[in-house]
């Protein structure tokens, strides 16, 4: 079974400062990966994912991110973050069917003025 | 073009009551996936409907249960509420094709306080 690792609860950073997000997987076969965003209170909103080719993947609101299958990570980036980036970051792994995405259990991002 | 839409908002029940959970999906996708979402956790996988049947299924009980309509609209039913079943639902929608299945886009939740 695919499991999703975020190994950090919280994150403060300062605004414009630059950011990463750790995501690990465990996934037998090539995974597909997403990264979503959630605003308190709010649903999910796809920031990007990677299903195949080109392992550095670009996304909405200056987020790229970069899938390392011999470390098993497709950690979120961003050079330069603004205070609306504050938000709960979640990835996910789709399983073989496709029809399930198990999900880590986020990363919550403050931005300090 | 619509996005994933949900009903209602919130949500106020008791134990042992039922309820039921709205989701209409964004325009062009043909199948609905639903998740549990408890405070300060990820979102866990509930169940799919692809083509009016369940398309796989989470570690919930029986007690949760589904219907996807033929305008690809979905229900979420919950059966004898557990204070446990206090959470956001979310409701994903996707397309599936032949062989494949697309990205879910996700509608805004239903949040569900079971007293």
């Known amino acids: 079974a695919q499991s999703v690792t975020q190994p950090d609860i919280h994150i403060t950073v300062s605004e414009g400062a630059s950011l990463e997000l750790r995501c690990n997987y465990s996934?037998?076969?090539?995974?597909?990966l997403f990264w979503y965003v959630q605003s308190p209170g709010q649903g999910l909103q796809l920031l990007l994912k990677?299903?195949?080719?080109?392992?550095l993947v670009q996304g909405i609101k200056g987020f790229e991110a970069e899938f390392k299958r011999s470390q098993s990570s497709f950690n979120l980036r961003k050079p330069s973050v603004h205070w609306s980036d504050a938000a709960e970051y979640f990835c996910?792994?789709?399983?073989?069917?496709?029809?399930?995405?198990?999900f880590g259990g986020g990363t919550r991002l403050m931005v300090k003025p | 073009e619509t996005g994933v839409t949900q009903s209602p908002t919130h949500l106020i029940k008791t134990r042992g009551q039922q309820v039921t959970l709205r989701c209409s999906s964004q325009?062009?996708?043909?199948?609905v996936s639903w998740y549990q979402q408890a405070l300060g956790q990820g979102p866990q996988f509930i169940f799919q409907?692809?083509?009016?049947?369940?398309?796989g299924r989470g570690n919930f009980p029986p007690r949760f249960s589904g219907l996807q309509f033929p305008n690809y609209s979905s229900e979420l039913n919950v059966n004898a509420l557990e204070l446990d079943d206090s959470a956001l639902y979310l409701c994903?929608?996707?397309?599936?094709?032949?062989?494949?299945?697309?990205?879910?886009?996700f509608g805004p939740g239903t949040r569900l306080l079971v007293l």
């Open positions: 994903a929608s996707s397309n599936t094709g032949s062989g494949y299945q697309e990205t879910q886009y």
């Open positions: 996934y037998g076969a090539t995974p597909y």
């Open positions: 990677y299903f195949s080719g080109d392992t």
């Open positions: 996910a792994v789709h399983n073989n069917a496709g029809n399930m995405l198990t």
């Open positions: 325009s062009g996708h043909n199948t």
């Open positions: 409907y692809y083509r009016e049947e369940e398309n």
